[in-house]
């Protein structure tokens, strides 16, 4: 069977109908994994469907070929597979033109992003591409990665690195700067990329750093998408049902959302044409975002997997886990105000429809990684919130409590797994000093790069997440999230 490529489509699929010769890159994106081709390219792609051939897009890979190797071979082509229950429809995406691999070539990716007409950087480098010091915010300039960076400006690693090079070279051009539009599931992730470029680019050069503050845009972002990662047997069906072999596959759900503060530095494409939204304010979108969906999805993550339940579906095919989700985004709403235009009922009936899309596999494991990264917006911030009320706060805590007893590295039948994530050999060590699950959880509050410096210090969040994890340890993860449900139903 032959590879995907403009002579060889899928059949049924829906193909570009313009013409790709024509399309020139306006747009470089860092971190070109399958979120993005499931989220960010797709509405690109309908910019160029409508006319406007000049924001193609040129992919970058941090760290891995993996993604050239799958899409160069394929001209940038690839399929996204959309699926819900038994319907399925895939469509062929031409929006990126290339992928470059940062580690073999830095200087080619530096030269791209000064291209005179590329004026979009758009980034999902996951929490830790960003090397900020959670409790200060500041670029962590002890990191291992950024001093590299910083010793050797002309071939840079990092995500902050990367951007200061380029953007040097566009000041150097008398260009004016590019927009950094940060794609990642953060709180304020505009204005973090802003002060780690800002704080890299000021070491660097204090003349540099006050251009970049002066002329660029760093627009926050929310984006909504569930794209599980795609296994072999996605890519063996799809050949069989669609007659070509496409190794850049992503699958995703037909829920899409893309708010964007519009803030730019110059052009921009329009994609609202896809669907997205463009507000002065996007926090709001945000948090409603990370508390609710986020936030139950790493509950569901740690405590699902825990339980034996390799996917969010099945996790949610249990009655006492679905309402455990009711309770902890019950918390969770209390803390937030919706902007305009979001009904918080709404929103929540549509997770938990696409939460139970077992169409997707989304698999509670591929949630859990780097959990230390995406606690503290996901479940920590809202605990915050509720303390400060004096409101009680089970459901978090459990769900904080799941990611505690992951940090074991073995599941409840003994079996061990690897816990993906930048600090799993602290988590792990700090897990193994405690006895019980007080004693462990004390152990792990004392990582100051997860839960800060006043959390861990409050007994009223010490004794709950002790006392939930003490109940995962002697009762497991099914009987706790039951026994819980039916407390908060008695209540």
């Known amino acids: 069977m032959k590879r995907l490529s403009d002579n060889q489509l899928p059949k049924g ?10 399309v020139r890159v306006g747009q470089v994106h860092l971190g070109v994994g399958a979120f993005h081709r499931a989220h960010q390219a797709v509405y690109t792609e309908a910019c160029l469907a409508a006319g406007d051939l000049s924001w193609g897009i040129l992919g970058a890979s941090l760290r891995s070929p993996q993604v050239a190797d799958q899409l160069n071979p394929q001209q940038g082509l690839y399929s996204c597979l959309v699926r819900e229950g038994a319907e399925s429809r895939a469509s062929v995406i031409g929006a990126i033109q290339n992928v470059l691999v940062a580690p073999e070539n830095p200087a080619a990716l530096v030269e791209a992003m000064a291209d005179k007409d590329v004026h979009v950087v ?5 929490e830790k591409g960003y090397h900020l010091d959670p409790a200060t915010g500041a670029l962590r300039m002890d990191d291992p990665a950024i001093a590299a960076d910083l010793a050797t400006p002309h071939a840079p690693a990092t995500a902050p690195g990367l951007l200061v090079a380029a953007l040097a070279a566009r000041k150097a051009r008398g260009l004016t700067p590019f927009t950094a539009l940060s794609c990642d599931n953060l709180p304020d992730n505009g204005g973090r990329l802003k002060q780690a470029v800002l704080d890299f680019a000021r070491v660097r050069d204090p003349a540099l750093a006050d251009w970049i503050e002066r002329f660029g845009a760093f627009p926050a972002s929310m984006v909504d998408r569930i794209v599980p990662a795609t296994t072999s047997d996605d890519l063996a069906q799809f050949a069989a049902d669609f007659g070509a072999q496409d190794f850049g596959l992503v699958k995703t ?7 964007i503060e519009d803030h730019f530095a110059g052009e921009r494409p329009q994609w609202e044409l896809a669907g997205a939204q463009f507000t002065q304010d996007v926090a709001p979108w945000e948090m409603a975002k990370l508390r609710l969906l986020n936030g139950a999805h790493s509950a569901l993550a740690y405590l699902g997997n825990l339980a034996g339940y390799q996917t969010v579906d099945q996790a949610m095919g249990n009655p006492a886990f679905e309402r455990f989700v009711d309770h902890l985004q019950d918390e969770a709403e209390s803390t937030l ?4 235009g979001l009904n918080l009922a709404t929103y929540r009936a549509d997770l938990k429809r696409r939460f139970k899309n077992a169409a997707l596999m989304h698999k509670t494991y591929q949630i859990a990684m780097d959990g230390s990264q995406k606690l503290p917006q996901r479940l920590l911030a809202t605990i915050e919130t509720r303390m400060s009320r004096g409101q009680d706060f089970a459901c978090l805590a459990l769900a904080v409590a799941g990611w505690m007893r992951w940090q074991a590295g073995f599941d409840e039948q003994g079996q061990p797994f690897e816990v993906q994530d930048p600090l799993a050999a602290k988590t792990r060590a700090l897990y193994h000093k405690g006895q019980n699950g007080f004693e462990k959880a004390a152990s792990l509050c004392s990582l100051e790069a997860v839960f800060g410096p006043k959390l861990p210090s409050d007994p009223r ?11 995962l340890l002697k009762h497991g993860a099914r009987a706790t999230v039951e026994a819980l449900v039916q407390k908060e139903a008695a209540r």
Do not use: C, K
């Open 13 to 22: 699929a829906e193909a570009p109908a313009y013409d790709r010769r024509a």
């Open 122 to 126: 758009t980034l999902t480098i996951t």
């Open 253 to 259: 759900e037909p829920f899409s959302q893309w708010v």
């Open 337 to 340: 105000t919706p902007p305009p």
């Open 461 to 471: 969040f010490a004794d709950a997440v002790g006392a939930a994890l003490d109940a």
